[in-house]
């Protein structure tokens, strides 16, 4: 079972910065995407940033220019730089994992969460 080690969370008053870091624990044949998702209380899980083995990059409407997702392929670790934070960036980050297993499974994992806290 492929685990990710999500790091970084905390308090941050608005218009500060926090770093996310999220490192594949488990070795895994190849990772295809990586990145990032979050919860706040009483909404839907949303995408915040995913980033291709090629190093494409997709974000969230509500983070673009704000955030920004990078990787690190030779420790199969990602990183998420989130700047200019609001209240409404307030949520539950959790880490995400598009990889092969072998050369069959082609699978998703989800880490455990990390809170991230935007208030004065």
């Known amino acids: 079972q492929v685990q990710l080690v999500e790091s970084g969370g905390g308090l941050v008053q608005p218009g500060g910065s926090l770093r996310l870091s999220c490192a594949v624990s488990t070795s895994i044949l190849s990772i295809n995407s990586m990145g990032w998702y979050r919860q706040a209380p009483g909404k839907q899980r949303e995408l915040v940033a995913i980033?291709?083995?090629?190093?494409?990059?997709t974000y969230g409407e509500s983070v673009k220019g704000r955030f920004t997702i990078s990787r690190d392929n030779a420790k199969n670790t990602v990183f998420l730089q989130m700047s200019s934070l609001k209240s409404e960036d307030t949520a539950v980050y959790y880490c995400y994992l598009d990889g092969n297993v072998d050369w069959q499974r082609r699978m998703n994992f989800w880490g455990q969460g990390t809170q991230v806290t935007v208030s004065a």
């Open positions: 980033i291709t083995l090629n190093g494409l990059t």
